[in-house]
């Protein structure tokens, strides 16, 4: 587990799973209320890392991977879930909260604003933190890593709308120092991944 402190927020995160998932645990400085981005595997070391209550479980997108241990770690805490409206349906469980585009989800006095990034899933979503002090934080899904977008399957008018929504709405509107903690693997910045834009343009994935 690695740990990040802001100015508002404590970030865990907690890599789980067989493919390599990486869970996020956001927690307030100020309340010690706390957010999960993706309940993804390992039910039992969820738990474990959320050990002082969870107010939330935001899903970032509906993919089998993404969802694992969701229904335990919803049981247990009794926290509530939130996920983009267009792959609310496929989850395995109700979700109270169905994220739109320009939505921020609150957990404590922190803020995470909700972008919709299209392509990977129909209803895949990014939150961000902002942090006054520090840079920003970004938690991307399967919908930005290092090196490229996400998987689109081969779907080329798949990848042109995640491709526009990741030009447009996160690599034209923030600081080059913003954090990616992505859904797999190691984070990243925008700044880091800015030049290759033309690149991956040109390979189509």
């Known amino acids: 587990m690695t ?10 995160a907690l890599h789980v799973g ?9 927690r307030c400085r100020a309340t010690g209320r706390a957010l999960l981005v993706d309940a993804a ?14 107010d939330v479980v935001v899903t970032t997108h509906r993919h089998h991977d993404h969802v694992g241990a969701l229904a335990a770690v919803v049981e247990a805490t009794g926290a509530r879930t939130a996920a983009g409206a267009d792959d609310a349906d496929d989850l395995p469980l109700p979700v ?32 961000l933190l902002r942090d006054p002090d520090g840079p920003d934080h970004l938690f991307t899904g399967d919908s930005l890593f290092p090196g490229g977008v996400g998987n689109t399957f081969g779907d080329p008018a798949a990848f042109s709308q995640l491709f526009t929504d990741v030009s447009e709405r996160l690599f034209a509107v923030l600081a080059d120092d913003t954090v990616v903690h992505p859904g797999h693997g190691a984070p990243t910045t925008i700044g880091t991944e800015r030049p290759h834009l033309p690149e991956w343009r040109e390979r189509g994935w």
């Open 96 to 127: 109270q909260q169905r994220l739109e585009h320009g939505d921020v989800v609150r957990v404590g006095d922190v803020l995470l604003e909700v972008i919709h990034l299209r392509g990977h899933t129909p209803g895949s979503v990014a939150l």
């Open 3 to 12: 740990s990040t402190t802001t100015s508002t927020a404590v970030l865990d």
């Open 41 to 54: 595997a390992e039910p039992d070391r969820l738990l474990t890392l959320v050990d002082g209550g969870l």
């Open 18 to 26: 067989s493919m390599d998932n990486v869970a996020y645990l956001v």
